[in-house]
């Protein structure tokens, strides 16, 4: 259930669907120059850099601890998803002056038969501008369409954010302690298939 954490070493309907506009297309969203797209393997050197380019406080808030950011193997991992029961996004700034930069992440991590644990950091400069939003609109629309009924997320109490983001979404859903300051978000995503 926690393969979204670190090595130990080291959505309403409408929203959903412009999610999966952005996903399909790469169209960019609501946040001018930022677009989602799904995680590939040509990503591993940027996810790290993002992840290493973090404030503390942030990836603290992302691995419920301290964190200095991912190695390789974690890297790795999160960039080569099955796309079919593993699924990952990223929210990228394309620059024609510069490379790429990845500025948000997602990963989707299945932790039961129909449920998926989901995991969102987005860069320090970039938060509070929609990103986040648009990674797990684009995480919900794609355990919908793979047939996941619950989506699962681990926090800290002390960050109420994400908290308000994963509760706000249009769906139901459900917060409880989880214990020793940590909370767990339960997001019911319906038996899609059957109503399919």
């Not at 990503?43 to 390789?72: C, K, M, N, V, W």
């Amino acid at each position: 259930m926690r393969s979204c954490l670190p090595e130990p070493a080291t959505a309403a309907a409408a929203t959903h669907a412009a999610a999966a506009a952005t996903v399909a297309g790469g169209v960019p969203g609501p946040t001018a120059g930022v677009r989602i797209r799904r995680i590939r393997s040509g990503d591993h050197d940027r996810l790290q850099q993002f992840y290493a380019g973090l404030s503390d406080e942030s990836r603290q808030t992302r691995f419920l601890g301290p964190a200095t950011g991912i190695g390789d193997r974690q890297s790795t991992y999160f960039c080569s998803p099955d796309h079919a029961h593993r699924e990952g996004f990223v929210a990228i700034i394309d620059a024609a002056t510069r490379p790429a930069q990845i500025v948000g992440h997602i990963c989707v991590e299945p932790d039961g038969p129909a449920s998926a644990e989901v995991a969102v950091a987005v860069a320090d400069a970039f938060q509070a501008r929609g990103i986040g939003r648009r990674l797990v609109d684009a995480a919900v629309l794609w355990a919908q369409r793979d047939g996941f009924r619950t989506l699962t997320a681990t926090m800290l109490a002390g960050n109420p954010a994400i908290q308000r983001l994963l509760t706000g979404l249009g769906l139901p859903s459900v917060a409880m302690a989880a214990g020793a300051g940590i909370i767990e978000v339960r997001i019911d995503l319906g038996d899609v298939r059957s109503a399919a």
